[in-house]
């Protein structure tokens, strides 16, 4: 006889020692059945029990790899999208919390681009002149519609490799959901400023003329990440008046003005790497989440380095934060009783459209 799924309801109340010291029990039955992947943003609570740790694409090539029969990523939605994807079949993939969503990746659906890519066609062929490239910060039935249209996927370190091959396939690029990491990567191609323009999808052709919609050769999805928009220039320049010898790196999702007054700009495996390899006795302003800049801090901190978070405001992924001990303890006892909670499946019809455009992108980078 089947027992029933565990509430969560028996662990929303558990203190967080508790609950740590029951993902440890979990963890140790589970053995080798189950990987925990966790994202640079994660909160520290739930981090210190991964497995595995790094960006959304690496985690999930690397859990593809493993024996584990599940995989619990903690991260948010379209990462536990993205290993369900490019797991194995008999791999399941889970989220501990299905709150945790991404407000990037909210900003563009399929329903908007859809709309957009009809309304281009009143303009343009889309499909002859026009390629389709979405963060991989997307859902999956974005990831398909690039599959279906001849588009490609990105990531914060690859977005300027991959933007160089879709302008060999076609002459303009459709860029979404983040409009900031679409511009600095047109930005380090020399294509000007005035050549990438935004497009609002809650307006009218996008609230571009036809004339421009021609002259454009990126347009910009009007999105961004609202944890990489709290940086702001005046941060910068405080920090550079109070430590003249100071190193800024910051993450392409921060606004432009940010990573063109930054030293480095690049992805979180970018900025940690670039951080830890650096001369001792250096001191780094970092404009990226706050649960990494904090780890990343104590990580150097023996090494004479001094980190610092851009902002003087606490800006963390919020979404993420959702997945705590309690849903990750919840998550693990259910598995131990033979129960999955929160399976992240994609339906067939996408996975295989979405993964065209992922393998798309590896292929390219």
Request: net charge negative; charged share 20%; aromatic share 6%.
């Amino acid at each position: 006889m089947q027992t029933a799924t565990i509430s969560f309801d028996r662990f929303n109340e558990l203190a967080d020692r508790e609950a740590d010291e029951r993902i440890r029990a979990a963890k140790a039955k589970l053995g080798k059945h189950v990987v925990i992947l966790g994202h640079h943003y994660q909160r520290a609570d739930v981090f210190k029990h991964a497995d595995l740790s790094g960006d959304s694409l690496k985690l999930s090539r690397l859990a593809s790899q493993t024996d584990a029969e599940y995989i619990v990523f903690c991260g948010v939605h379209f990462m536990a999208e993205v290993a369900d994807i490019m797991s194995r079949p008999e791999q399941i993939s889970i989220l501990p919390d299905l709150a945790a969503g991404c407000s990037m990746a909210d900003m563009a659906n399929l329903a908007k681009v859809e709309r957009c890519w009809r309304e281009l066609a009143e303009v343009l062929h889309p499909d002859e002149q026009v390629t389709p490239v979405t963060y991989i910060n997307s859902a999956a039935d974005l990831k398909a519609f690039c599959g279906t249209h001849g588009g490609i996927v990105c990531t914060s370190s690859n977005a300027p490799k991959i933007l160089h091959w879709s302008f060999g396939q076609r002459e303009k690029v459709l860029f979404f959901p983040d409009q900031h990491l679409g511009r600095w990567s047109g930005h380090q191609m020399d294509i000007p400023l005035d050549e990438m323009l935004v497009w609002d999808p809650d307006l009218e052709m996008g609230g571009l003329t036809a004339e421009q919609i021609r002259r454009a050769k990126i347009l910009l999805w009007k999105g961004h990440c609202s944890v990489h928009q709290m940086f702001q220039p005046a941060h910068i320049l405080k920090f550079r008046n109070q430590h003249p010898d100071g190193i800024v790196i910051s993450h392409p999702e921060c606004a432009f003005e940010i990573c063109r007054q930054s030293d480095y700009v690049g992805s979180t495996e970018y900025i940690l790497k670039t951080v830890k390899q650096a001369a001792s006795h250096t001191h780094w302003l970092v404009g990226t989440e706050l649960n990494l800049v904090n780890r990343l801090a104590e990580e150097v901190k023996a090494e004479g380095k001094t980190v610092q978070f851009m902002s003087p405001t606490v800006c963390m992924c919020s979404t993420m934060q959702r997945i705590d001990p309690q849903h990750l303890a919840w998550t693990l006892e259910n598995l131990v009783d033979g129960k999955v909670v929160n399976q992240i499946k994609v339906p067939q019809h996408e996975a295989v459209l979405a993964k065209v455009a992922l393998d798309r992108m590896l292929s390219v980078s």
